[in-house]
């Protein structure tokens, strides 16, 4: 069972901040995906990655794969009240379903 | 725009009823899936189905059943609710060729008492 963890759990900082969010892992990822979960909400994706080192830019947000594709970052630029959400990282092993893995997600709230 | 709709957003219940819930999807595809989220554990894979009338048992299958009689539409049924069984239930769809990316309904709260 392949395992996937992000750091930090929770994260509360003020709007204007930077922040890192990690998602760690031991295995190697076909794709790994990042979602944004509002309270009372689904998890929407924001975007998947692919290719070792690529990075990936969705406004304010920039995503990163590793270069061996085995963890992944997202990074806020000047976050807003409006970034506040569950953030969760997801990775795909390359078949099926249940080559599908989930972390546990990143709490991170913005006050104004 | 994918459409995953649940038919309830909240959900009380009973121990001991038959508890269904309904997802559909709008866009044709072939696989969906039926998770559960509770704080601290993430999303688990309860089950999933690749096509009308197929399933396969996820991660936590116990006290769980599905049914895929309609491409669009995965039910799940719980047929004996029970207190551990209150959680956030989230569907999901996708399509064979990228079935790594998945489309959420908005998740269902159920609560047994």
């Known amino acids: 069972t392949q395992l996937l963890e992000q750091s930090p759990q929770f994260l509360s900082i003020q709007e204007g901040e930077n922040l890192t969010v990690y998602c760690n892992s031991s295995?190697?990822?076909?794709?790994l995906q990042w979602y944004r979960q509002e309270p009372g909400e689904g998890p929407v994706l924001l975007v998947t990655?692919?290719?070792?080192?690529e990075v990936k830019k969705l406004k304010r947000l920039t995503f990163q794969f590793g270069d061996a594709r085995k963890d992944s970052s997202l990074h806020i630029t000047a976050a807003q009240p409006g970034d506040t959400g569950l953030y969760l990282c997801?990775?795909?092993?390359?078949?099926?379903?249940?080559?599908?893995?989930f972390g546990k997600g990143t709490h991170l709230i913005i006050q104004p | 725009d994918v459409k995953v709709t649940q038919s309830s957003r909240y959900l009380v219940k009973r121990t001991g009823e038959k508890v269904f819930l309904e997802c559909v999807q709008d866009?044709?595809?072939?696989?969906m899936f039926w998770y559960r989220q509770d704080p601290g554990l993430g999303l688990r894979l309860i089950y999933f189905?690749?096509?009308?009338?197929?399933?396969e048992k996820g991660d936590i299958p116990e006290g769980y059943s599905v049914s895929r009689e309609k491409k669009e539409r995965f039910s799940l049924i719980l047929e004996s609710a029970s207190t551990n069984q209150t959680s956030m239930y989230l569907c999901?769809?996708?399509?064979?060729?990228?079935?790594?990316?998945?489309?959420f309904g908005a998740g269902t709260r159920l609560s047994v008492l």
């Open positions: 997801a990775g795909a092993t390359g078949g099926g379903a249940d080559g599908l893995t």
């Open positions: 295995s190697v990822f076909s794709s």
């Open positions: 990655v692919v290719t070792g080192g």
């Open positions: 866009m044709d595809h072939e696989n």
């Open positions: 189905s690749y096509d009308v009338k197929m399933k």
């Open positions: 999901a769809s996708n399509t064979r060729g990228r079935w790594d990316i998945q489309y």
